[in-house]
Every structure is written in structure tokens, then in C-alpha cells.
């Protein structure tokens, strides 16, 4: 597994001062692009996920799509969209959250997730926690319950493992 982790550090580009100055930026597009490195970060989050009871895999809009629907397929589960809101075609339900520059809405279909199933969330990166809290809130107002939380990527310092209270936590990476 250290073999993998240290292949993804080597794949994860930073980005000088986007989308804003100030902000280094870690480019996974590196990852997606390299056959090695797709495949060992699909393989490392089924193997942090393969132990637990989960139906389902829950990916957020939109990076965790593209991680979120490998490790479904891969594991042979179904996987969830969590969207920005007005995005899905059904009836949802949505969540609003605050960030620290205004607003944001998420929205899950209302038939997503049964009550009682269990689901893993699957993101690319974890910074303030705020979306995936609200992914969480999402997959609990259908009465489901997130077992298991993991990121490729995690920014330490912004401490967003805090908005994600008595979830399990895994990440891979950490800046």
C-alpha cells in the first residue's frame, strides 16, 4: 500500500494560486490521466471500504464522481450523485450549508437511499468538511446511515474531520 501512496504524491499536482491567490491548488487530473494511479487509488478506497456492509457508494458533485462510480463498479454496489442543486432530473431532497464565502445547496434523489441502508462516502479531497457534512445530512434525512468516510486527500489544517463527528475517516494523502 506505501508503494501506491507514494505514487499518488508523486501524481498530485499543486496549482499556484488557483482558483484564487493564495491557494495551492492540488490538481488530482494527474491521477485520472495515469493508468497506474487511477487503478491504485480505485484499489486503495475499495480495500479502506470492502470490510464494511455498505450497499451503496455516495459521491459528491464532482470530483467524487469520478472515484465514487470506479469504486462501485469495482466493488459491485450501486453508486449515489450527491449534485449541486438543479442538477438532478427527479425529485430530490436538498441540504443547505454555509461556507465561508456565502451559500451552497446539495440535492440527492429522494429514492437514493433506503431507510436503514448503509453507504460509504467517497470524495477526492476533504478541506472544511461543509459539503460532506451536508452529504451526510442528505443520506440520513432518507434514513440511511454513512458507515465510512474517505477522501484521496486531505487538508490538515483546515480540520474539516470536525464537521464529520463519529463517521470513521480515512484519507491517503495529507497536506
Known sequence: MSDSIALLHRLIRTVSDFPQPGIQFKDI????????????????????IQDTNVQKIVGIDAR?????AAVAYAM????IPVRKKGKLPWKTQHYSYTLEYGTSTVEIHEDAVAPGEQVALVDDLLA????????????????????????????????????????????????
Do not use: C, M, S, W
Request: no cysteine; aromatic share 12%.
Open 29 to 48: 487530473t494527474p491521477i485520472l490521466a495515469d493508468g497506474e494511479g487511477f487503478h491504485a487509488a480505485v484499489d486503495l478506497f475499495v480495500a479502506e
Open 64 to 68: 467524487g464522481f469520478l472515484f465514487g
Open 76 to 79: 459491485g454496489i450501486g453508486f
Open 128 to 175: 472544511t468538511g461543509g459539503t460532506a457534512a451536508a452529504a451526510v445530512n442528505l443520506v440520513r434525512q432518507l434514513g440511511g446511515e454513512v458507515v465510512k468516510a474517505v477522501f484521496l486527500i486531505e487538508l490538515d489544517f483546515l480540520e474539516g474531520r470536525k464537521n464529520l463527528a463519529g463517521i470513521p475517516v480515512t484519507t491517503f494523502l495529507q497536506y
